[in-house]
């Protein structure tokens, strides 16, 4: 009887120690706790401790992150279909793709489960999403409730728990290092992610980095799931949490289907807000459904149901207690803030707000989405065969039946590079083997093809055609609406590849095209026939994501070059060093003066923004003196490369004969766009460079030199390197004022002293996505010592 009692108490003592652990067992607080922050490696701890004890979970690495830290995902659901988890991949896979016949589709949803995919932590100073995600994981794991196991019988899901691990780990440790102290809310003086920063989340089409690379491989190669949940934290003020619907406008190439359901699922949503009392739900709000190029976007225009919530965050694990007093009136698109509404049923009223309450919130949109996956599993999967099915019948109708790109392009990198991003987005890409004549045009062999009818048409046409934003007003008569982000993004503009649409059926002998490798740029083989500069690229202490995206041109064309910070260049003796200095596009007070010591660093002054201070080795600028040292540099015989903001500093204070004539212009105003610029490719920073391009412009500048043409020569020289078009200037997306600039120079090369300033009136690398005028940029760099 002991013996067996012994062996008993053995058996319950190993039942134990193999439970899955609690979050706040592994943590030693709850995740959420004021002032707590959770970094990558207790998180990935955590689901490795979860997957040792339980076979309701599979945690997988899936990649690597642009500074070497792996990448997991975990897979969720009954021990059963884990055990089959490749089966259902495959099931998911077929029928997205709409491979299957119509019975065996029927058959095939009835069997599958349904995908939902949640990823947290893309934007790390949005700091809730990553700490929120293991307890989803152990309620998933452990919790034995009705909903729960029906969630875990017929879903499986797809958590990222941290998406942005580099940009976890810079947040940690950088609010842990000021917590309790006066710079507690500081902002972080770097990217929180290479090259990107916040536009880690602008990078869904182009995929640049090796982040969003590595996650497309899961959603449009792998997995395809019918659910793609992304999370964030930035609604408009006071609300608690932003769910779908979104706002207008709505991009024609989304399936109306895939917006529908979108609009159901934040439906189910709100509905159990309401159930859990939680107030401050708002939908139909400053997000919209126009843009193409997101985490939460792009799965749309994949047949697949992307859906983006934005939770309140006071500012970093900070807790705030909010008074109705600090509310605004109104939302910016009129509404109160303090009285129900259709779509803020209702108000949060104020009180205490921390990453706990933060948590709260998205494990109800959690659970939210999960059961509602739960309940129509065969319907979300067969509704993803159908879209696909429509996609491919569409394209072989025609109008258009394909893409063709020609094998011979000004830059045959460009489009080779296009084709593969094409691809990583699942786009299936094939090669002519031999001549072949479409639309009454004859193609070369090796000429490509991007046939319509595929599944994921609606992408493809996105990217392929040019976008015109919709006029919407404020009533029959009211104000034009601007829109709320980037709306124009025809993937050939950018790139500058050439693209005939074809709308008519035509016969030609092709073969598909497996993964394409990467080709070297065609500016780097160039370039090695050219004295190679000294490069220095200023990084200012604010988180420049501008300048990360410069730095990321540089490295894809192979540019060595050195990081200035604002004592680097106080210190002068510049030209000793380097031949080229680039500002990225910045504010000239920003660069003046940075965050400035004593001041909000945050710039804002509603009263519901946090206050915070910088720390003081972060604070400041390049100051009068470095400004002083940027004009001997040129003096001396360096060039100088503004780009777009930041030419006003230069312009300012130089003394050069251009003036920008968008400044004051009331009715100019381009959100993001494509606009037809004019080169002079006679001019040797232009050098390789087509007669046109298209620009992409935020903003932007425009210049008038000022000099008469007689006096227009030796050290004031200002030269035009390229003009915006004088008419039918937009290409795709939004214009109005286009007077304003049109004709107008766009980029200016202008003598000071020994040397020369480049003005870039608009950004030639923009997100790394405008590989049509990353030439201009790398012409600066290369040819400014040697041009005069």
Known sequence: MARRLSILITLLVCLLAAAPPTPREHFGFTPGEDYKLADYGQITGYFEKLARSSDRIRWVEFGRTSLGKPMYAAFISSAENLRKLEHYREISRKLALGEASPEEARRLAAEGKAIVWIDSGLHATEVAPAQHAPELAWRMVTDESEETRRIRENVILLQVPVINPDGLDMVAQWYRRNVGTPYELAPLPWLYQKYAGHDNNRDFFMMNLTETRNVARMLFDKWLPQIVYNQHQQPAFPARIFVPPYAEPLNPHIPAAVMEGINGIGSAMAERFALENKPGVISYSSFDGWWNGGLRSVPAFHNMHGILTETA???????????????????????????????????????????????????????????????????????????????????????????????????????????????????????????????????????????????????????????????????????????????????????????DRVDAPFDADLEAMSEIPPVTPAFVEAAKKLPRPRVALYEPWTANINTGWTEWVLDAHQVPYTKLHNEDIRKGGLRERFDTIILASQSAASILHGSRDGENSRGSVEAWVPRALQRPEYTGGIGLPGLANLDDFVRAGGTLVAVDNAAALIIDNFGLPVRNVVTGAANYSVPGSLLRVKVDNQQPLAAGMPPEVAAFVQGGQAFEITLLDQFNKGDREVRSVARYAESHLLASGWLTGESAIAGRHAVVQAQHGAGRVVLFGFRPDFRGQSFGTFRLLLNAIYLGPRVR
Do not use: C
């Open 313 to 499: 965050l006071y500012s970093y694990a900070t807790p705030h207690v909010y008074t109705p007093n600090e509310f605004p009136e109104r939302f910016s698109g009129g509404i109160p803030s303090k009285a129900p509404t259709i779509f803020y049923q209702r108000p949060w009223m104020g009180g205490k707000w921390g990453v706990r309450d933060a948590i709260e919130y998205m494990l109800t949109a959690d659970f939210a989405i999960l059961d509602l996956a739960a309940n129509r599993p065969s319907r979300f999967l067969m509704k993803a065969y159908e879209l696909a099915r429509a996609s491919i019948e569409a394209g072989k109708k025609g109008s258009p039946y394909a893409y063709v790109v020609p094998a011979e392009q000004w830059d045959r990198s460009n489009a080779i590079e296009m084709l593969r991003r094409l691809q990583m987005g699942g786009i299936r890409v094939h090669r002519a083997k031999s001549e072949f004549t479409a639309g009454s045009i004859r193609y070369d062999a090796g000429s490509y093809v991007l046939a319509a009818a595929q599944p994921f048409r609606p992408y493809l046409m996105d990217l392929m055609e040019a976008q015109k934003f919709p006029e919407l007003r404020s009533g029959a008569n009211g104000p034009v609406r601007r829109p709320y982000d980037i709306a124009g993004w025809t993937l050939p503009m950018l790139m500058g590849v050439k693209v």
